[in-house]
């Protein structure tokens, strides 16, 4: 079970971080990613990270603004989200897979946590 939080509104250029907290052990070959979905529109890849690696792949909007980092002792997941763009705004959604490539799609991710909201503001 994935329980994501940090989620709020913010202006244009402001920072904001998620946190995704894994109940149960995360496999060692496993990858946590974020994605995200705008009103109307399609669940988009963010960033994800290899569990055992620390691996990171992110998507081309959100590179050199955010990153993701884990704590192997909290079980967490984190996504930095840094000079936010009113673009971002979108629901965040934390997934897991049990497998070690760090896909991009969406339903390659069979666990997810609930959304949690960013607004950036103009």
């Known amino acids: 079970q994935l329980q994501a939080s940090g989620g709020g509104l913010v202006q244009a250029g402001d920072s904001l971080r998620l946190s995704c907290a894994a109940s149960?052990?995360?496999?060692?070959?496993?990858?946590m990613a974020w994605f995200r979905q705008a009103p109307g529109k399609e669940r988009n890849f963010v960033a994800g990270i290899s569990w055992s690696s620390a691996s990171t792949v992110y998507g081309d909007s959100v590179k050199g603004r955010f990153t993701i980092s884990r704590d192997e002792a909290k079980n967490t997941v984190d996504l930095q989200m840094n000079n936010l763009k009113p673009e971002d705004t979108a629901v965040y959604y934390c997934?897991?897979?049990?497998?070690?490539?760090?896909?991009?799609?969406?339903?390659?991710?069979?666990?997810w946590g609930q959304g949690s909201q960013v607004t950036v503001s103009s």
């Open positions: 149960g052990r995360i496999s060692s070959s496993g990858v």
């Open positions: 997934a897991a897979r049990n497998y070690v490539v760090i896909n991009t799609t969406p339903n390659s991710y069979p666990y």
